[in-house]
């Protein structure tokens, strides 16, 4: 491709390397928004704060019925406020370019700091004006929570934090460990993942910061400037070697083009496009230009790069060490891994989970979301093994035969036991992972978490019944429910030795129990 075929190509693609605006990403920046995430969990996490919930239930005016906070109306503007009274946001930019909106949003804090109620506020500002002015800093920190895979919201209302949103939580005084932990989360960033919106950016398959790193190994000198990421770098698609070789070869040649041609060449750019699109507010190259400004800080948010102004341009990215980016990206291009997840809680348990969901957690995603011959297809182009591949959906199967066997006869477990109704309760989806079956012990009034397991099973399937049953104890259990149980159903073995020293640790008959079921591959259930 020239530059004159790739000028038509990029006024009609649709897609750049788009991340969420904030201000600055910088290590102050990163830390206000741990700050922030601590206020989303002191007031809606699993262990909420007792005198922050007060704070809100007084300025709501409801009490508390439920175990947990939902999110609604009243709770956004809760946090809206504290955000915007913790001084979280900055607002001297507003102060400069609008100093009447400035004084009124001082007033705002001012009256909430002197204890005014929800009512309050609607009565005097209107729903519309706060939803607009206000509330849009609590939808700008859990779009960005979302983004990074620190928190996400079940069934959009009931708030988790991921593993590495509560180390997030738990290091907010600290900047330099909050910076390290979001460093992390940008190598692990994937473009396309479901936190973005609609179908635009789908076709692309990119980790950006990584995609950086190969362009600047691979670019004569090893830098590009803002005008290059703008015109092509934000463009690529992929991390494939033709790909890298493409936009190469293009940087190559515009780089040859002399300053006045440059600039020509994007007056062309912007022609082309509004001749095309004349209803667009602005053109690709002034919306790209725009986002550049976040995305390239965000993107090169480490020390093996550096931003600065240099002869090439106002705004010039450069390694800083090309030996260790050498290693990371040859061990990058050796164990790449691009998935493909729909579901937008199960992408951030994934992103936000410290050493990333196991292989047996992603075949579990992709059956589900996927089927199973398009599953193999999907692991195979991520570099997983066709012998992996066939033995895990091997084993896989048949734990699904069992389950869907006992569904169907959920009195052979135990005769008490009903599954729930709505929403349906086998596979149910939860932000720490999907139970195999939610039941009602209809004796008792408790739920019954089941868990199966394909053969034999060991001690740490305990530890994940418990999650599972520590969720529904949370977030389902009411007066009418009082408790939550866990049935293990496994194969036979002859050694269940660490599993029921697991089940006895506990010290409660009642909590969990096991259930043997005589299935294998030579013996399946007939269904």
């Not at 609590?138 to 590495?164: I, M, P």
């Not at 602005?282 to 800080?297: F, H, M, Q, V």
């Not at 969720?471 to 269940?496: D, E, P």
Request: glycine share 6%; aromatic share 12%; hydrophobic share 35%.
């Amino acid at each position: 491709m020239n530059l004159n075929q790739y000028k038509n190509w990029y006024v009609r693609d649709d897609c750049h390397l788009y991340i969420t605006k904030i201000k600055q990403y910088d290590k102050q920046s990163i830390n206000l928004f741990a700050k922030g995430l601590k206020l989303f969990g002191d007031l809606l996490g699993d262990r909420p704060s007792s005198q922050f919930v007060s704070k809100y239930l007084k300025f709501a005016e409801v009490s508390k019925k439920e175990k947990k906070i939902i999110i609604n109306e009243p709770a956004r503007l809760f946090l809206a406020l504290e955000i915007l009274s913790s001084d979280l946001v900055d607002l001297n930019h507003m102060r400069e370019t609008n100093e009447q909106k400035y004084h009124k949003f001082q007033n705002i804090i001012g009256e909430y700091l002197e204890g005014k109620n929800y009512k309050y506020f609607i009565k005097k500002y209107t729903k519309g004006y706060l939803s607009s002015e206000l509330v849009i800093h609590y939808r700008n920190f859990k779009q960005w929570f979302g983004k990074y895979g620190f928190c996400g919201f079940y069934k959009l209302k009931l708030f988790f934090l991921t593993q590495v949103g509560e180390e997030f939580v738990n290091q907010s005084d600290d900047n330099e460990i909050t910076n390290a932990l979001f460093l992390n989360q940008i190598k692990k960033l994937q473009i396309w993942n479901p936190t973005y919106p609609g179908s635009r950016y789908k076709e692309l398959r990119v980790l950006p910061y990584y995609l950086i790193l190969q362009m600047l190994i691979s670019l004569e000198d090893n830098y590009f400037t803002k005008e290059e990421y703008v015109l092509f770098i934000t463009k690529m698609k992929s991390h494939h070697k033709d790909e890298i070789r493409k936009f190469v070869n293009l940087i190559k040649k515009h780089r040859k083009l002399s300053n006045q041609k440059k600039r020509a060449y994007i007056r062309e750019i912007n022609s082309l496009d509004r001749n095309l699109f004349p209803d667009s507010a602005r053109t690709k190259w002034e919306e790209n230009l725009d986002s550049s400004g976040k995305e390239i800080p965000a993107f090169c948010y480490s020390n093996l790069t550096a931003i600065r102004n240099t002869e090439h341009g106002r705004l010039t990215v450069q390694l800083n060490d090309i030996k260790t980016v050498k290693k990371e990206i040859n061990h990058f291009e050796k164990n790449i891994k691009v998935y493909e997840i729909e579901n937008q809680n199960d992408w951030i348990r994934h992103h936000g989970s410290l050493e990333g969901l196991s292989i047996e957690d992603i075949i579990d995603i992709y059956l589900r979301e996927y089927g199973q011959e398009e599953t193999k297809n999907k692991l195979l182009k991520v570099g997983i093994t066709k012998e992996e591949i066939e033995k895990y959906l091997t084993d896989r199967l048949l734990e699904s035969e069992v389950e869907e066997y006992y569904c169907l006869h959920i009195d052979k477990i135990d005769k008490n036991l009903s599954i729930i109704k709505n929403p349906y309760g086998r596979q149910y989806s939860t932000p720490i992972g999907i139970m195999d079956l939610l039941c009602i012990d209809n004796s008792t009034g408790e739920y019954v978490v089941i868990e199966f397991k394909r053969g034999a099973t060991s001690d740490e399937t305990v530890g994940q019944i418990l999650r599972y049953m520590g969720w529904a104890y949370i977030n389902l259990s009411t007066k009418s429910t009082r408790g939550v149980k866990g049935v293990i159903v496994h194969g036979m073995t002859s050694n269940r030795n660490r599993l029921d020293h697991a089940v006895i640790g506990l010290q409660s008959d009642n909590l969990i129990s096991t259930f043997e079921h005589p299935f294998n591959n030579e013996n399946r259930p007939t269904i």
